[in-house]
């Protein structure tokens, strides 16, 4: 079974910077669309950012410009680095692989509080 462990989240005063890892198991991670999504109180999960396995990269646009979303398939690990974090950021961030055959797969998540 596949198995993705995130780590990096933390508390952070807003304009800091945490950097996200998500360490895949059990799989090679370089086949992979790989995003990452947050959710916070009371609202759904929305994406974040994605990478292709080719290495194209997508932003929502809330993050555009603070966020950069890598990989580094040697290691099986992505990675998303946060800059100037605003308090809006403060969520639940989870990794997510997906291949239209081989399947879609989460980590547990990591939290990620951004204090004012």
């Known amino acids: 079974q596949v198995q993705l462990v995130e780590s990096g989240g933390g508390l952070v005063q807003a304009g800091g910077s945490l950097r996200l890892s998500c360490v895949a198991s059990?799989?090679?991670?370089?086949?992979?669309?790989m995003g990452w999504y947050r959710q916070a109180p009371g609202k759904e999960r929305e994406l974040v950012a994605t990478?292709?396995?080719?290495?194209?990269?997508n932003y929502a646009d809330s993050v555009k410009g603070r966020f950069t979303v890598s990989r580094d398939n040697a290691k099986n690990t992505g990675y998303l680095q946060m800059n100037n974090l605003k308090p809006e950021d403060t969520a639940v961030y989870y990794c997510?692989?997906?291949?239209?055959?081989?399947?879609?797969?989460w980590g547990q998540g990591t939290q990620v509080t951004v204090s004012s």
């Open positions: 990478i292709s396995s080719g290495g194209s990269t």
């Open positions: 059990r799989t090679s991670l370089s086949i992979y669309v």
């Open positions: 997510n692989l997906q291949h239209n055959v081989f399947g879609n797969y």
